[in-house]
């Protein structure tokens, strides 16, 4: 037999070079982006991406909608903290470094032992469950403040005395550093499971358990362990959570964290690999970047996710994935005009759309701010009628324009995908 | 266990059905098969639709639990055991609608299905590119059911025929020894079913193969033994020319000459 056909020389290249792009990455983007701020964004961003990515083993890889990921994550973290704080006080004999995998184990023994429950069942059951035992959850961290720390949380120092070449953890930059080695592991080991049989089985069992059951293969076993790995997974990236906030409280188990998973995973896009690593970057820069800057952030993330759903169910990814198709072809250059006006229309859609909805926030509860307001350098009144018909025109305008433009894309897209299965068909046939 | 083990453990004797029975609410769809199936034969089993020959097939590859009666796999009871356990005995099913895992490749869909005979069970921390044997199976397979060509076309992009072709492979992936086809030409045309009974034989070499299937002319041309199902009961299990012969057929199923079946279909 020929080996050939599946061991790609080429392809091994490519893989090592991809993957030390990655470590160069997370080595130097702190380099660059070198303020407070950023190196917090970075920090909770590699946190988000083993999160999504651990998530994406249930939702993309095994096809399990679990509305309770938080619980994974959530519970690694006060795990963490509490080993933290006995790292600190001197009784767990562990360096600080390892705390997060004390996470990992909690998140994993947590997933050991609910998971055996949510994935006895598969879709619309297991979603319910998940939800039943997310909010469960939720509801003991409150009632039980001995471990949770009540309202208030739990809260531990992570700095070290005397640190192994001067690491301490004090100065975020460490901790940062320490996230991104974690990070880096966890995205390869999380890698390496799909490419083996376990990961593989998954796949199947997502897309018809049924005849998994006939290979030899029992499907609740493995989407048990599926879950298992992915709570491991969940758990690390929460204990990471602790070490870098060093205070943990309910609502890191709470259906909104979970939620936010959800979303972000499938808007970074569950059905590739390196989707939820989109989602996550776009999480973090959502939840502290776009936050501050407009009170009506979650309108437009509940938009902005609406419009996913309808338009490019696989994400953020897919898009990146179809149009690099487009450019294996050669076809790329021919949408570039389109993807212009696209872009042109629809920020001049935006803008028309944005301007109303700051208003509306404005009317409802910054009133007493005066009546007016600044968006974009622009000053709005909405207590007129001018500011009101002004933003609408502009809206309508970028809408109608979007729209010719969308349907002179859509007649070139299909142009180009026809040409591409007519040049796939005459390629293989060769 | 209503039955003595003595004759089950008869090696000659791949799958054993005893007086078995398969009730719906208060309809008995089975009623009271007995079948003795020699390793290595090749059986047909036909009859009228709605004579409940894929649910038998559902009650011996562990989809249906039986109501009662026993099936015997190599002398060992199976009825009662999850499709997985069963298979995991040397029994593998296909089915009559198509049931493949379409987003994967004709590649994976194989491999998929030879990993758990390999023993390789739930691993991950071994890669898959790194199983020699498990991937060179799948390629055997795929040039088996001729399909090499199609190697990393995803199962829901291949043409009838061919989904028709890897459900094949998917069954007889993991090397069991006993085989049942569920209707494996349905919706075939001529050309293409006459090219698949050839397909069939050649990969079912050695094995014991039940398959229910309407089509007189791949019945005739494939089956050492039918079985005829009328009515959840087996009323002739014989050699081809002995149930042609047979009146209680001919009244009861074949109603007019086969001669005629064969040339106008099914």
């Not at chain 1, 048990?224 to 060093?246: K, P, Q, V």
């Not at chain 1, 205070?247 to 970074?268: D, H, M, P, Q």
Request: charged share 15%; aromatic share 12%.
């Amino acid at each position: 037999m020929n080996k050939s056909h599946y061991e790609f020389a080429p392809m091994n290249v490519g893989r090592w070079l991809v993957w030390s792009l990655f470590a160069l990455m997370l080595a130097l983007v702190p380099l660059v982006f070198s303020s407070g701020l950023s190196i917090t964004v970075l920090s909770q961003m590699g946190i988000a991406i083993i999160a999504c990515l651990s998530y994406n083993m249930l939702l993309g890889q095994g096809g399990m909608l679990s509305f309770g990921h938080a619980v994974y994550t959530g519970l690694g973290s006060f795990v963490a903290i509490h080993a933290l704080n006995s790292v600190t006080g001197g009784s767990l004999p562990i360096p600080m470094a390892a705390v997060p995998l004390i996470g990992g184990l909690a998140g994993m023994g947590f997933a050991i032992l609910f998971g055996y429950v949510t994935t006895r069942k598969s879709g619309t059951t297991f979603a319910m469950i998940t939800l039943g035992l997310g909010e469960l959850v939720f509801a003991m961290a409150l009632m039980i403040p001995e471990f949770f720390g009540g309202e208030g949380g739990v809260s531990g120092n992570r700095m070290v005395k005397n640190g192994f070449l001067g690491i301490t953890f004090g100065p975020p930059i460490q901790v940062y550093y320490l996230i991104a080695i974690y990070t880096f592991f966890a995205v390869a080991a999380m890698f390496a499971f799909t490419r083996t049989p376990l990961g593989r089985m998954l796949n199947a069992v997502r897309d018809n358990p049924e005849r998994v059951e006939f290979v030899g293969y029992n499907t609740q076993r493995v989407r048990y362990m599926a879950f298992i790995l992915a709570g491991f997974f969940a758990g690390i990236s929460g204990g990471l959570g602790a070490l870098n906030f060093e205070i943990v409280n309910f609502e890191v188990v709470g259906a909104a964290r979970s939620g936010a998973y959800l979303l972000f995973t499938f808007l970074g896009g569950a059905t590739f690999f390196f989707g939820p690593i989109i989602g996550a970057v776009m999480m973090v820069l959502a939840f502290v970047l776009f936050s501050e800057f407009t009170r009506a952030w979650l309108l437009y993330l509940g938009l902005i996710f609406l419009f996913t759903v309808m338009y490019a169910p696989g994400g953020v990814a897919s898009l990146i994935m179809m149009n690099l198709r487009v450019a294996a072809f050669g076809r790329l250059r021919e949408l570039w005009v389109s993807y212009l006006g696209l872009a042109m229309t629809g920020l001049v859609g935006l803008f028309g759309a944005a301007a109303m909805i700051e208003m509306v926030y404005h009317l409802q509860l910054n009133a007493t701010l005066g009546s007016e307001l600044k968006f974009l350098g622009i000053t709005l009144n909405p207590a007129g009628l001018n500011s009101w018909f002004g933003s609408a025109f502009v809206f309508f305008t970028g809408l109608g324009l979007f729209e010719v433009v969308r349907r002179q894309f859509l007649r070139d897209w299909s142009e180009i995908q026809e040409y591409i299965e007519k040049e796939t068909k005459r390629r293989d046939a060769l | 266990m209503n039955a003595s083990r003595s004759s089950g453990a008869n090696p000659a004797i791949a799958l054993e059905l005893k007086d078995l029975r398969k009730s719906f609410g208060k309809t008995e769809i089975i009623r009271g098969i007995n079948l003795a199936v020699t390793s290595g034969e090749r059986v047909a089993i036909i009859g009228p639709n709605g004579a409940g020959k894929s649910t038998l097939f559902n009650l011996i590859s562990g989809r249906f639990e039986p109501t009662s009666g026993d099936v015997l796999l190599n002398g060992q009871r199976i009825n009662g055991k999850k499709p997985y356990e069963i298979n995991r005995l040397g029994l593998s099913r296909s089915f009559q609608i198509t049931n493949i895992f379409p987003k994967l490749s004709v590649f994976e869909n194989l491999r998929c299905s030879v990993l758990w005979s390999l023993g390789y069970k739930y691993t991950f921390f071994k890669f898959l590119a790194n199983l020699d044997d498990a991937n060179d199976r799948a390629e055997e397979l795929m040039e088996m059911i001729k399909l090499d060509k199609k190697r990393d076309v995803l199962g829901m992009n291949l043409t009838y025929a061919e989904q028709r072709a890897l459900e094949i492979g998917i069954t007889i992936a993991g090397g069991a020894g006993v085989i049942l086809l569920d209707e494996p030409t349905a919706g075939m045309s001529r050309s293409e079913t006459t090219r698949f009974i050839k397909l069939i034989k050649d990969v079912t070499v050695g094995k014991t193969l039940l398959t229910v299937e309407h089509d007189m002319g791949v019945v005739f041309g494939l089956a050492d033994k039918i079985a005829v199902v009328v009515y959840g009961e087996v009323i002739a299990f014989d050699v081809p020319e002995a149930v042609r012969a047979d009146q209680r057929v001919q009244e009861a199923y074949l109603g007019s000459p086969v001669a005629d079946q064969q040339t106008g279909g099914h």
